[in-house]
């Protein structure tokens, strides 16, 4: 059923990829898909979000190589044909429902403690404790989902080491303008 | 027309706000309105984004007070309750549609130009050559429009001003490690 539906979304796009035709294609009958999945919506989450298990690591504290492994693995997730087929559909479903899940982040992804753990790991001067992860946190969903949206971001070139160094910068401690070096 | 199509985005969300709705409301015909508009979708943009005439702003060569009016202007347009029920859908029929606007900017918000005469005007030794403009844009558009469609981001409160030092941090140039004052 799981691998119909991604299929659907790739062949049909998120409107096609409706519960009759998951069940036509998987040869599951619709009450079954119903007993499993509560709604459309579910059970195409579940179908292209399945959760990071596998994107479970140990931080080494090398905060540059801890967050390009950790972005390579959550940026997989988006540029999935399915999942591009599926994020904005799912996303339009949830604001037209007003629905906020409290239990869970967004599509399923719940990586938030673990980039807390990266952040927290991190060894040398290289994170300033003023700046809130979660901002940081933020501003990479809102990058790594509008560049899997946008088509005219998405077709810019930013390599993770590109990314890597941009929140390397976030977090980096501040120095006193005054002690800044001068630039000719 | 426009008005009416604001209106049904608020009363009926997305899915509600068909041309027919519209033209029932406005009291204006159907083909009249395809006249103007050739899509549901344009009719859309335009009701909700009608271009950043306003935001035309003279940068004050201080970074961080052009980017606070900036990013005030600029999330203005995207809290709008209409803004909020119509950007999802917009974005998930262009992805359905594979659709690509290599002339216009995304929702019509073509505010990367002033972004850029901000930076190029910001006085002092705030910004590093070496950081793309386009970057940090993407980075700024991503968290904005991910606050405005995912409820759980967008109820954590992250005032104009945290955003700003953010990104002025993403500007930053940066000190070489060895030359950090050291941290207890």
Redesign the interface.
């Known amino acids: 059923v799981l691998e119909a539906t991604r299929t659907l979304l790739v062949e049909k ?3 096609g990829t409706t519960v009759q035709a998951v069940a036509t294609l998987s040869g599951v009958a619709t009450s079954a898909i119903y007993r499993r999945w509560p709604s459309r919506v579910r059970l195409i989450e579940e179908a292209v979000f399945p959760g990071f298990g596998p994107l479970r690591m140990e931080p080494t504290g090398r905060l540059s190589d801890d967050l390009a492994r950790f972005i390579d693995a959550y940026q997989a997730t988006f540029v999935l044909p399915s999942a ?2 599926a ?3 799912i ?2 479903e ?3 429902s ?5 239990d869970q ?2 599509l399923r992804l719940t990586v938030r403690p673990l980039f807390y753990e990266i952040i927290a790991a991190a060894s ?2 290289v994170v300033d404790a003023s ?2 992860p ?3 946190f ?2 990479l ?7 899997s ?5 998405g ?2 070139a ?1 390599p993770t080491e ?2 890597v160094d ?1 929140l390397l ?2 977090f ?4 006193e ?1 005054t ?5 000719a």
């Open positions: 796009g998120y409107a591009r087929a994020i904005a559909g996303t339009a949830y604001v037209a007003q629905q906020v899940q409290p982040d967004y040398g001067d700046v809130d979660d901002d940081v933020d501003m969903l809102g990058t790594l989902v509008i560049r949206m946008v088509p005219l971001v077709q810019r930013l590109r990314l941009l910068r976030l980096s401690p501040q120095v303008p002690a800044r070096p001068e630039r």
